[in-house]
């Protein structure tokens, strides 16, 4: 398989601060990579695919100036929740694909409640 | 539109089998995938199917129709730590991946 580590894990926030949520590939390079967004027991809702090298592509609904993409590396995408308010805080998993069947692999995910 | 039909919740007996459905409308088909997730985790790769059959990859197995549009998990002796939920996901005609709500499987000794 493919290793794909997220962090931070846990993040517990103010409103109105921003939070930087990272995500590496760690055994091999990923030229895109997936932001997921999931409530309590529904299933994942894709919010952005981040692109090595130019700019991400969000989902409709999904507000690009509130959740900033940035994939500079070939290992390395980073998604910034900005000014994060109560309605936020959530499960965001990043994700990226490899292999024949481009399986997706995950990272660990990243649970920010926001006060 | 596309749309991605599985159970919400299932129960089952340690020691005994599970067959999990997924039906699926998409615009398109490239390929399903199946993904466990655990409380708390993200989801895990399971199996991917692309063309017509049995896929059997140690107790867990999955199954294809694409004329029906359907697919099933097989889970056999089960084990407390199966206890989890069940993603079906369809690639459809623009490679975008669409998600069903998941099956939450209940295992009771």
């Known amino acids: 398989g493919a290793v794909v580590s997220q962090h931070p894990s846990r993040v517990i926030c103010k409103s109105g601060t921003s939070v930087k949520i990272e995500c590496r590939s760690l055994d091999f390079q990923a030229t895109t990579m997936f932001w997921y967004r999931q409530f309590p027991k529904q299933s994942l809702m894709l919010m952005a695919t981040s692109n090595e090298g130019s700019k991400a592509t969000y989902e409709q609904g999904v507000e690009k100036d509130k959740f900033l993409i940035n994939h500079a590396s070939l290992t390395l995408s980073t998604l910034t929740v900005t000014s994060a308010h109560p309605e936020d805080s959530s499960f965001y998993i990043c994700?990226?694909?490899?292999?024949?069947?481009?399986?997706?692999?995950f990272g660990e995910g990243s649970r920010l409640t926001v006060l | 539109g596309q749309n991605i039909d599985q159970p919400t919740e299932m129960t089952a007996t340690e020691g005994a089998i599970v067959q999990i459905n997924c039906t699926y409308q998409?615009?398109?088909?490239?390929?399903l995938f199946w993904y466990q997730q655990h409380a708390g985790e993200a989801p895990t790769f399971l199996s991917y199917?692309?063309l017509d059959g049995l896929e059997e990859k140690g107790r867990f197995s999955s199954f294809l129709s694409r004329s029906k549009g359907y697919s099933y998990l097989l889970l056999k002796e089960l084990q407390m730590k199966d206890s989890a939920s069940y993603l079906c996901a369809v690639r459809d005609s623009n490679y975008q991946l669409i998600w069903g709500a998941g099956t939450k499987l209940i295992i009771k000794p």
């Open positions: 199917n692309v």
């Open positions: 994700s990226a694909s490899k292999g024949e069947a481009g399986e997706l692999f």
């Open positions: 998409t615009s398109g088909f490239n390929g």
